[in-house]
């Protein structure tokens, strides 16, 4: 069992930045993959960025160049780091764990608000 626990979100005006964290405690060991996914209202639930435990990133077309993922490993700890926000940027932001079996493990989400 994963839990993960996320902080960061706020409002903020557009083109600002903010860092989300999310502390994963548990099975640790298990975790394969961490990444953020984000939901606005009406819409599914669409990947943000990933990384691996190697340190391998990935990212939705519509943040390159904007957020940054990174992992802290010694602490447990995923960031995503965003900066130039859009209003459409808009979202509840959920962190993600995958864990080597196939099991995927959600937080409970925080919200990120972007005013134009």
């Known amino acids: 069992q994963v839990l993960l626990a996320e902080s960061g979100g706020g409002l903020v005006q557009a083109g600002g930045s903010l860092r989300l964290s999310c502390a994963a405690s548990g099975s640790i060991d298990s975790i394969s993959v961490m990444g953020w996914y984000r939901q606005a209202p009406g819409k599914q639930r669409e990947l943000v960025a990933s990384i691996t435990s190697g340190g391998s990133t990935n990212y939705a077309d519509s943040v390159k160049g904007r957020f940054t993922i990174s992992r802290d490993n010694a602490k447990n700890t995923v960031y995503l780091q965003m900066d130039s926000l859009k209003p459409e940027d808009t979202a509840a932001y959920y962190c993600?764990?995958?864990?080597?079996?196939?099991?995927?493990?959600w937080g409970q989400g925080t919200q990120v608000t972007v005013s134009s």
């Open positions: 993600n764990a995958l864990s080597y079996r196939g099991v995927n493990y």
